[in-house]
């Protein structure tokens, strides 16, 4: 597609529950980027990939957080047993390859609430 | 852990005044990046700089990298209402990682 594409774009859940967050990115692109941003303030990497493998997911605050891209195109992210504390807009971000310097179109994010 | 700090936090101004936004950080970055985003979006990118002491324009915004590749400024002229939003600087760490700073959210009022 021409950009980037999350959904759902809200997503309210109940404590304890299991969520999917779907990225879609811009065809071609080799490099994947999930990132978590809380109100006012700036992205917060979770995790990178390089074609279908994780490159980096250094950036995942815990084992409930965890993320695919098996055919190196769209990406999952699953979150296990949510707590409120995870509520958040989760963005994804996509570049051609995933060297310095190198331009990175965003999503416009899945905000979710967790109640 | 590397941290970009931005400052300020919050601005308001009045339309047609110059501001300048900071980023800091003590770790060395390859490049720097700074974005724009409005509520609902993701950001956008606005500029990338590579080389220390790089100045960029990108028509009323300057944008300069710090010779140490350290820290960074946005200087906005004659600030217009469609500049509010949050601007992000982002610095590469190593090949690929972009680390983003804590954000400053501009108000320029008309």
């Known amino acids: 597609g021409a950009g980037v594409s999350q959904t759902p774009s809200n997503k309210v859940t109940e404590k304890g529950k299991y969520v999917e967050l779907r990225c879609d990115p811009i065809s071609g692109h080799t490099a994947l980027y999930w990132y978590r941003q809380s109100l006012g303030q700036g992205p917060e990497f979770l995790i990178y990939f390089q074609g279908t493998g994780a490159a980096d997911d250094s950036g995942l605050p815990n084992d409930r957080f965890f993320a695919v891209r098996p055919e190196g195109s769209v990406s999952t992210l699953k979150i296990q047993r949510t707590e409120r504390g995870d509520s958040a807009v989760y963005l994804c971000a996509s570049s051609i390859r995933g060297a310095g310097a190198n331009v990175l179109t965003f999503g416009a994010g899945s905000r979710l609430t967790v109640l | ?110």
């Open chain 2, 1 to 110: 852990t590397q941290l970009l700090e931005q400052s300020p936090q919050f601005l308001s101004i009045q339309e047609g005044e110059n501001l300048t936004v900071y980023c800091n950080s003590s770790s060395v970055f390859s490049s720097l990046q700074w974005y724009r985003q409005e509520p609902g979006e993701g950001p956008v990118l606005l500029v990338t700089v590579v080389t220390g002491g790089e100045v960029k324009k990108l028509k009323r915004l300057t944008f300069q990298f710090g010779d140490a590749r350290k820290d960074s400024s946005l200087h906005i002229t004659a600030a217009q209402p469609g500049d509010t939003g949050l601007y992000l600087c982002a610095g590469a760490s190593g090949t690929y990682k972009y680390i983003f700073g804590t954000g400053t959210r501009l108000k320029v009022l008309a």
